[in-house]
């Protein structure tokens, strides 16, 4: 076969000039049936080519395009569904601080998915519809309490009697048989770092010296040993909590304060019940994150006062003027973020400690956008490994010793409720 390499096709041959005179004629002829085979076969090949192209153009866009961006998809929901798995372990777990401190958290996130990412659907709350509602043939009327900072997005409104006695002796209940019955062992004591764990001893007036060894492997928590040791010396609010659902009550109250103030029943998170006791507070915060991009974040809250304090305790926004003294029964409302889903500074709030008597709150938060294990009762961290029915304190970024007792992984304090119910509705 003969090889014109450089031949271009269409263009008659004048290579092969080793082909004797004698033999050009049937040479020539030879060649021109090489020359037109050639050029078949290069317009085969060209076709073959473009149908190759094209072949390979359509997979592109049946298969491998999909494919791209249904991994990217994957990756991204995946992320997404891990983040709000983060998101739901932190905000159930220990109490919302600031940015820099809810990123460190101690014990691993819910890492299976379950079946409420199925029927999930979003909803938005970016406003608050106040209305008064009756109840028991008593009207409910609703105040704002006006504030003069005009920079403030925040509306705040208190309603008296949201609840009734019974409610609240029965909530108060429950929530004291819960921690009484898990104070009866020591408790786990954490701290976001060592810097304020330092704080934490220097304001108790402890002479101990603390290195990162203290702390319990893959915690920020220290050992019982030790934390009995430090018990006495540090004081702390209790925390309980129920979740929507897993009680009559939860359903009452979650459609009470929706006819009431329009925070939709899906929006809301877990019930949290709080005390106080004599000589505790809790410091300065905003119950969602300034300055962050996720709207996953507490829109609004909803806190009501179980009991009477005889001194202190109030609820205070320093920023806004406005200070609110628990009274049984009295709900106070406001919202923390602005219409389009920003944290507002000028909510900022904090617990003045209580200088006599006790006191009891239940809060829920209601957040701008909802997400799939929202109110939804989280597994219970892995770390710090503690006994059954033993309590954990986190002591939380050092502000004037804001430490807060917690158990809202248990049930308990449901089932004491439970068997309470007559007594609440
Ligand atoms: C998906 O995420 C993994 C781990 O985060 C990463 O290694 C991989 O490259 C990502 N895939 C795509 C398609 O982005
Ligand atoms: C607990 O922690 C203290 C202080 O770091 C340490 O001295 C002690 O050995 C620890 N105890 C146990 C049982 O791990
Ligand atoms: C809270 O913040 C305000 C305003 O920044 C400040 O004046 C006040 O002392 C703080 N209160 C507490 C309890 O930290």
Known sequence: ???PVSRKPGKKGHGDISVKNSSKKRASKTQKAHQYQQEKSQKWTVVFAICCLLVGAVAVALYIVPTIHFALKDNASSKKDFQEQKRAFKDDGVDRKNKKGREKSTGSPVQDLGPEFKDFKLSIQSKLKIKNIKENDHEM???ELKHDNPKSSVHAYIVENFLSDVECDGLMMVHSRHVSE?????PIICFDSLKSFREYLK????KIKVSP????RGTTCINETFSAKLQAHFKWSYSTAFYPGESKFSTLFADKIQKATGLKVENG???QITSYPQGVGYKNHTDCIVNHPDKRDRYATVLVYLRDVEEGGETEFPLLGISVKPRKGLALIWNSMNSRGECDPFSLHNAAKVIKGHKFIIQRWYYYHNFPSLGRRPQEPLLPQRMANQ??????EYEQGSCRWYDEWNYDHL???TANLQNLI
């Not at 309590?391 to 939380?396: G, H, L, Y």
């Open 1 to 3: 076969m003969t090889k």
């Open 141 to 143: 009327i609703i105040h």
């Open 182 to 186: 898990l104070n009866k062992q020591v």
């Open 203 to 206: 304001d108790a007036k402890l």
């Open 213 to 216: 060894n203290d702390f319990t």
């Open 269 to 271: 998170g877990k019930f």
């Open 391 to 396: 309590p954990r304190v986190s002591c939380d």
């Open 415 to 417: 089932l004491d409720y």
